[in-house]
């Protein structure tokens, strides 16, 4: 069976749907992305395995499931999965809770495998009970603010590569004051080569822009420190890549309780399917491409479960090498196959000549990868549209520069929520007319010329009602029915857009009844929706109002207000044209 053109199979391994109908115009982007994360990723890799507490080798094994398993599962065509470092330090902060001083590096790895298992169990939970609408309260202000933050971590991130300096400071802004301080003393041939790559990708960039310039400037950089022995000079290299494949196990509890595990695990799992979604939406975006959040819960807790079987630790996505990836043309998730099969061949023969790569080049490729994640052109057109919005970009970046990724994003959620209620709280409301030429009703305050039926009000308020603006809406409403000359009538509320009630929003309304039935105002609705007249009739009060005033439309309601005033004052009520019933 299928659905649409796509077979149901697919919902559940878009990755491998895409490879199945790969555009072959695609391939020499994703092999050249493939061989430049690779280069960029192993040393990487290494070090957040270290950063993690394990050996340098296990940041190699713990890329090899993730990759694959990604591939295949996800529903990003750029996001590059593996060891990164925000969940490679939480997993050395749990480890390190869970056995203090106790045990070795080998119940370490141990522990840390089973900590991937329980990441990918809890993500696999949230993809059975479909919460990745949780990702929803991420707006594209959001996503343009995080990529902007995450760019200038990875720029900072880079300082001591680029410089040979010891940056010191975790902040941003002390790792810069850092620079700044000892500018002085950074190791000149090192500012040469990475200004000299630097140079060369942006010269690539701009006039010769379909030529492979990352992977030509990292072989070139290599070249020059194999040819010209500038590792004398003190160029630093990646070094020797360790050897060997890993053995699959079952990670071994022992001692060690399930839910003494779940606390921390639960924190990687939030931080990393977070930092997962954003960062697949962002490049998503920019191609025009849709991203599934709960697609990407099976994928990511999937490749974590695999990897504790694989001697691995939690991962997650990584900014930087998917930067990378989509600079150099990446297409489809071919790129990370291409990666992983030269991890693998370095694991087994390509380690000396991997040991050549100077990181100095490695870092210039990353700061240019991030300086273009900046996206000024984006930041202008929210600016153009809506200062809260621009002002919550700004809010998400210096959350994620100060707070780190998960603090940063909890703080422009926050604010995104703050900025809806205040939106909700205190919407748009209108009083409508008929304007001359123009069919149907519209806001008086939008045309003039605009008409009103004398003694009719008849009202929007353009929001869910709930008791966050029940007050407001009973407050506008009113000064709408006594603002009205002549006076007012009829009151009718056009419900169309209060799709949502609550109890007290409906006390509101029957207060606002109330007042106008006292005054000898007749109070109708139309435009009612058939949930919302459920939810009416249930609170007693669409009885209240009386099926007789009711109506499915508003030329239905403005008909029957005519027959009143027709009987009322013996003719029809002066004005334009009155539509039929």
Partial sequence: MTDGAVPRWAR???????????????LRGDLLAGITVAAYLIPQVMAYAEIAGLPPIAGLWAILAPLAVYAL?????????????????????????LLGAAGGIDRWSEVAALMAVAVGLI???????????????????????????????????????????????????????????????????????????????????????????????????????RWFGLDAAGIRLIGDVPQGLPAPRVPALDDLAVLTLLPYALGIAVVGYTDNVLTARAFATRRKERVDSNQELLALGAANLVNGFTNGFPVSSSGSRTA?????????????????????????????????????????????????????????????????ELLLAIATTLGVLTFDVLGGIG??????????????????DGILGFVPGLAGMHDVDDHRGAVQLPGLVVYRYDSPLFFANADDFLTRATAAADAAEPACRWFVLNAEANVEVDLTSVDAMETLREQLTARGVTFALARVKFELREELTAAGFAQRVGADL????????????????RDEYGHPPPGIPLPAR
Avoid at 76 to 90: D, F, H, K, V, Y
Avoid at 133 to 141: I, Q, T, V
Avoid at 550 to 565: C, G, M, S
Wanted: hydrophobic share 55%; proline share 5%.
């Fill in 550 to 565: 009711i109506f499915p439309t508003l030329p239905t309601a403005v008909a029957a207000y005519a027959e009143w005033y």
């Fill in 324 to 388: 990378i990836g989509d600079a150099i043309g990446s297409r489809s998730q071919l790129y990370s196959l291409v990666c992983l099969a030269l991890v693998i061949a370095a694991l087994l023969v390509l380690g000396p000549v991997l040991a050549w790569f100077p990181t100095a080049a490695l870092g210039a490729l990353v700061i240019y990868a991030a300086i273009r994640l900046i996206d000024v052109a984006e930041l202008r057109r929210i600016a153009h549209f809506r200062r809260s």
């Fill in 73 to 97: 599962l996800g529903s990003s065509r750029q996001l590059s999965i593996g060891p990164e470092s925000t969940t490679a330090l939480m997993t050395a902060a749990g480890v390190g809770a």
């Fill in 123 to 225: 993500c696999l939970l949230g993809w059975v009970f479909r919460l990745g609408f949780l990702a929803n309260l991420l707006s594209r202000p959001v996503l343009v603010g995080y990529m902007a933050g995450i760019a200038v971590l990875m720029i900072t991130s880079q300082f001591g590569k680029v410089t040979k300096l010891t940056i010191a400071g975790d902040q941003p802004w002390q790792q810069v004051f850092s620079l700044v301080s000892q500018l002085g003393g950074a190791h000149l041939p090192t500012v040469l080569l990475a200004g000299c790559v630097g140079a060369g990708l942006v010269g690539f960039r701009h006039w010769l822009p379909t030529w492979p310039g990352p992977l030509i400037c990292m072989l070139a950089a290599a070249g020059c420190v």
């Fill in 411 to 428: 703080l422009a959620v926050g604010l995104s929520v703050l900025d809806l209620i205040r939106r909700i709280v205190s919407p748009h």
């Fill in 12 to 26: 559940f391994a878009p990755g491998l749907h895409t490879l199945l109908h790969y555009d072959r115009s695609w």
